[in-house]
């Protein structure tokens, strides 16, 4: 079983950027698909970016494509989410999570593991 752990989340100004990591413990990454989500109060969880076990195939939202680049490093265990160009709709928590299928899935029920999620506050 592996277990995702989510940091670098904050409070930013609107326009700025941050970048989320999300580490995996317990076994290896490098043969799953990995996704980030993302939480706004009072909504569902919505899909914002997933990329392909081998980093080759990537997938955005509508709503962060072009601000937004997900990447993974195999060799540590590590993906991340650069997030450029912040807006305050952007506030949320953000969770990393682990894909059953390759290439990923854009729904919740594609997804086996989660992390517990990590805030990002945008100020206007």
């Known amino acids: 079983q592996v277990q995702l752990v989510e940091s670098g989340g904050g409070l930013v100004q609107a326009g700025g950027s941050l970048r989320l990591s999300c580490v995996a413990s317990?076994?290896?990454?490098?043969?799953?698909?990995m996704g980030w989500f993302r939480q706004a109060p009072g909504k569902e969880r919505e899909f914002v970016a997933a990329?392909?076990?081998?980093?080759?195939?990537?997938y955005y939202s509508d709503s962060v494509k072009g601000r937004f680049t997900i990447s993974r490093d195999n060799a540590k265990n590590l993906v991340y989410v650069q997030m450029n160009s912040l807006k305050p709709e952007d506030t949320a928590v953000y969770y990393c999570?682990?894909?059953?299928?390759?290439?990923?899935?854009?729904?919740?029920?594609?997804?086996?593991?989660w992390g517990q999620g990590t805030q990002v506050t945008v100020s206007s």
């Open positions: 999570a682990e894909s059953r299928y390759n290439p990923p899935g854009t729904a919740f029920d594609d997804y086996d593991y």
């Open positions: 317990g076994r290896t990454i490098s043969r799953h698909a």
């Open positions: 990329i392909s076990y081998t980093g080759a195939i990537t």
